[in-house]
């Protein structure tokens, strides 16, 4: 039997899938330099919360130590999940000792 190894987007035959693939990546290279740009600022003003950040403007528009209840503050401001993005802000790194 033989298997199937994709290396990536490029692989896909449906250009169509293909495109949506190559904007998830665009999408997540914005996402990950706007956290790389405002991380140490944010994790000052809001230390061991989660924080949500509106994708179009970068303002935070919610944080809370927890989760749920940050996505209850979303929901009553009207602001659906896919319009931020949200990074959990460490203080310390996490370190794994093997």
Do not use: N
């Not at 924080?51 to 303002?59: F, K, Q």
């Not at 944080?63 to 896919?82: M, R, Y």
């Amino acid at each position: 039997m033989d298997s199937f190894v994709s290396s990536g987007p490029e692989d896909v035959v449906d250009e169509e899938t293909k495109a949506a693939i190559l904007e998830a990546f665009r999408q997540g290279d914005i996402e990950d330099a706007y956290w790389a740009e405002h991380y140490q600022e944010l994790v000052k003003q809001y230390p061991g919360q989660f924080v949500a950040a509106d994708r179009e403007t970068g303002t935070v528009v919610a944080v809370d130590p927890h989760l749920d209840p940050l996505h209850e503050k979303l929901e009553s401001q009207g602001i659906a999940l896919d319009r931020v993005w949200v990074r959990y802000l460490r203080v310390y790194p996490d370190y794994l000792i093997l």
